[in-house]
């Protein structure tokens, strides 16, 4: 058996701790299947004295991480300390500008700078792998890179936070609205005590902006993606969205528009959607992640499993590491850097689509004669309409009303709304949501 | 950019075209991808005047298939021209030997030859790989080796057979029995003319003994897989299912059973089963495949897609192809031929589950009786009995009884239904199935 694979890490919370963990507990299983032994030399965290369950002595420290890129002998680096800038990208520019690959599980980091670290790497001669960055264990970067290298990809579609996913599923078991639902997520540990960034959809949009880059052949484009998050859907919705025999679910997607005479334009979006029963993506409950991906030779590829927890995210970290103790080290981006297109984005307003719209308003006459009126002065054509009596919001007083239109570009739908804006009958923000494919 | 990576290709058969109408859709973006250009230079077929729409004037011909293992200049050959043995063996055989990769899509050659093939390969320091023989572009085997590489597998569950489910699905639509929906399935193109294969389970059987062998890193044992196909499914069958919440699904299944001072043995079963409506397989529809990979670390990965199909199959060929253009060639089986175990098989007599039998008895006082002494006396426990009152076969006459068992061992099953072997009562044959974790 040849020489061991030899590691730094960086980040000793759960992830960490879990990378250590599975390296001892699968360590034989690893040495088989990467064709040598792995072993981590050095580790860097904020704090050294911390009980962590696990004995770090035979662990060389580092009190600054960026140390990790000059310790003698290491053949990749770990990061998993998180945050899009700082320390993280710090550690990962000096282990790739020193020839050391790097191995990491952060998405904001990738989604933001994977460009010029792809670059780097490629300068280098070293390696960037990140699958534990999308969807944690579940393998779907090496998916897309590898087992779908032979197909022009037409579409992906994920639900790809799973705290959102939890919430929403739990909404529709309960029919509790979503302050409630995101309080019981915090107790059980499926949400941050800062929720912000998977119930807004940021975490969704990096997965995303990765998932986009790898399948089409783009630099990662995290800015270009709209993102609307699940605050605003109430469990009325959902119990609306369910007699009308749909799901509602936090979809990213991303596609490419074609333009006549012009490179294609990425179209990039997270938001909350209703999927029809038989969507392949309806059927993730819970705090699952699912991908769909769009071939244009396999057809649809579904691979979903846990998006989050310390085993799982040190799965894909694994994997990659023993792709790399076996000499299986790829370009990051599945195409060399200088090939990476920049994404032109597309216009969303143009993409059709039939519409949820839900409105609280006031209750007295001539109300749905003045949303139908918008309606109408957008040319968006109704296709079914349903008022609620009871009320739905007992501060404010309002009644629900809730339509689906026929199809309709995005912008005749933001036309409706805006026309609607500071009307008398509006008691609150309308939420609207796409219905996808059916 | 590098040299071409030059290939071989024998069967011309719809794959075999398939592969061929991939290579040139995608060139460009596979030249990308695999750093260099990818170029068929022979070709290899039982007849060479026949029209298979599409220009084979640029290739070389090869009349006998072997000869392609000594093309001057090839990288790779492919092989889909399937069969266990003959012309694909001798090719996958003459090609290893002369130092070059294989990629086939042939799993009754991988299920039975695998590791003979994979020692050559080795051996020869070549390349053998085989995504596309399960579940064609549904990149399943990639995922096994790579992407779950870091876990210890527990458990592989899987849809594998696209006919029978597309049967069993129709089954549940229709109401109609197996005769009636194979034919149909037979017209459609979605069933063979000879269907034996694939509604028998052996084609099921093919891919689990591989999917076996690269999840626990054993030799493939495809005689050890114990099968039950589909024909004796009755559509009265799935209605009673369905009626206890169950849906009826042709599914492979292998994990390793522990063993007190030994090896942990290996079970492999093919067969139908009662899936409880939230089980990840249940809502498998059509002529789909999925894999359901239980790893400790990962937790359950399930992955699903087209299992057939002439581009569907080209995907997962191309993408080993890709592979082995990048230099990312493995271990055939994921571990060194050298480490991989025998397996030894394990007792299914002892593997415990709720089973649902049905039988098929004469309407007459007494029969149920019977039926219930043969139960305690094999010691099996029923949980609930349904007497249908309607007879299901009209010729034979008889009414059916479907029951379902509390837990028990598999051989008291057996045990009782040999005890009823023979009786007076029994107008057909019963059929047992196990009902899936619930």
Redesign the interface.
């Known amino acids: 058996m040849s020489d061991a694979f030899k590691l730094g890490l960086a980040g000793l919370g759960t992830v960490g701790t879990g990378v250590l963990r599975?390296l001892d507990?699968?360590a034989d299983?690893?040495a088989?299947?990467?064709?040598r032994p792995i072993e981590v030399v050095a580790v860097s965290a904020r704090t050294r004295g911390r009980d962590r369950g696990i004995d770090l002595s035979g662990y060389q420290w580092c009190d600054d991480p960026a140390d990790l890129a000059q310790v003698e002998g290491l053949d990749a680096v770990i990061e998993v300390m998180g945050g899009t800038d700082g320390p993280a990208l710090d550690l990962a520019r000096a282990s790739l500008s020193a020839g050391r690959s790097v191995v990491t599980a952060n998405k904001a980091m990738i989604a933001t700078h994977g460009f010029e670290l792809a670059q780097a790497a490629e300068a280098a001669g070293a390696a960037l792998l990140f699958?534990a960055a999308v969807c944690?264990?579940?393998?779907i970067l090496?998916?897309m890179r590898?087992?779908?290298?032979?197909?022009?990809i037409d579409r992906i579609e994920g639900i790809l936070n799973g705290t959102s996913n939890y919430i929403l599923s739990a909404m529709e078991r309960s029919g509790e609205d979503f302050g409630e639902t995101l309080a019981e997520a915090q107790r059980l540990g499926y949400a941050e005590a800062d929720p912000a960034l998977d119930v807004d959809g940021g975490d969704a949009a990096h997965k995303l902006a990765i998932l986009a880059a790898l399948g089409f052949?783009l630099r990662p484009d995290f800015a270009g993606v709209e993102v609307n998050g699940i605050r605003d859907v109430r469990a009325a919705d959902i119990a609306q969205a369910e007699r009308l025999g749909y799901k509602i679910r936090l979809v990213a997607m991303a596609d490419l528009v074609d333009r006549p005479g012009e490179a294609p334009a990425l179209l990039q979006r997270v938001r909350p959607c209703l999927l029809p029963a038989d969507h392949?993506l309806a059927?993730i409950d819970g705090p699952t992640n699912a991908v769909l991906t769009l071939?244009?030779?396999?057809?649809?590829?579904?691979?979903?499993?846990?998006g989050a927890?310390s085993?799982?995210t040190?799965?894909?970290?694994?994997?990659d590491?023993?792709?790399l103790a076996?000499g299986?080290a790829?370009?990051p981006l599945?195409?060399?850097a200088g090939?990476l297109a920049v994404a032109e984005r597309a216009d969303s307003g143009a993409r059709e689509a039939r519409y949820y719209l839900r409105f609280v308003v006031a209750d007295r006459p001539g109300v749905l004669a003045e949303l139908a009126a918008a309606m109408r002065d957008a040319r968006v054509s109704i296709q079914s309409l349903i008022q609620e009596g009871e009320g739905v919001d007992p501060e404010a007083g309002g009644i629900m009303v809730a339509l689906t239109t026929h199809r309709a570009p995005a912008r005749n739908i933001r036309d409706a709304l805006a026309r609607l804006q500071g009307s008398q009958s509006i008691v609150e923000p309308p939420l609207s949501m796409p219905i996808l494919q059916d």
Do not use: M
Not at 32 to 35: D, I, Q
Not at 146 to 152: E, M
Not at 295 to 306: R, V, Y
């Open positions: 599975l507990d699968n299983l690893l088989a299947r990467a064709g699958e944690a264990g579940t393998p090496q998916t590898d087992g779908l290298s032979a197909n022009r052949g392949l059927g071939g244009d030779q396999s057809g649809p590829i579904l691979i979903q499993g846990a927890g085993a799982a040190a799965s894909g970290i694994v994997a590491v023993v792709a076996r299986q790829r370009a599945a195409v060399p090939q």
